[in-house]
């Protein structure tokens, strides 16, 4: 499968994810795929980076594998080795590595999304989200982005809003 193809099965998914799970009021970005990356598509785009939200995999360093998926606003730090550690129970944990990330996701960076993650896999969304009219979140691959209100984040199942899951950028 060439990547093309395997970026039109993610979008795909993405698209069925938000209709089955009756998103509301979303937006389809298409973007060109070197903008991928977030502060790169809002300087591209317009948009401000406290409106953007990154999806970024955890991986256990110790132990058994465990992973988790966190969502955050662009402008914040995740707070993986306090708040994040303790939320999956392992002793040391980092940001998974892009080919981690492909691994378990099959997506790349700069398209990661909570919206197609393998069911089994913890979702936690800092509670600032909440605070947002509307986050931008990736759509499964470089070439889009999705806009919508962070609420609706609430229907994706196993999601939990966390207090405390990123602190602000010093």
């Not at 060109?32 to 970024?56: E, M, R, V, W």
Request: proline content about 5%; overall charge negative; aromatic content about 6%.
């Amino acid at each position: 499968m060439t990547s093309s193809d395997e970026n039109h099965v993610l979008e795909t998914r993405v698209r069925s994810v938000l209709h089955d799970l009756a998103i509301a009021d979303w937006e389809w970005i298409s973007i060109d795929p070197k903008y991928g990356d977030t502060a790169d598509f809002c300087a591209q785009y317009g948009y401000d980076l406290p409106h953007s939200a990154n999806t970024i995999i955890v991986a256990s360093k110790r132990g058994a594998a465990a992973y988790s998926a966190c969502i955050v606003r662009a402008c914040d730090r995740l707070d993986v080795n306090r708040r994040v550690r303790r939320l999956m129970g392992v002793s040391r944990a980092s940001f998974a590595t892009p080919k981690e990330t492909r691994e378990l996701t099959g997506m790349m960076i700069g398209g990661v999304t909570a919206m197609a993650l393998p069911e089994d896999l913890a979702i936690y969304a800092d509670h600032r989200l909440l605070e947002m009219d509307y986050i931008i979140l990736g759509a499964g691959s470089r070439s889009a982005k999705v806009k919508m209100p962070p609420q609706e984040l609430s229907k994706l199942p196993g999601l939990e809003f966390i207090e405390g899951l990123s602190l602000p950028e010093d």
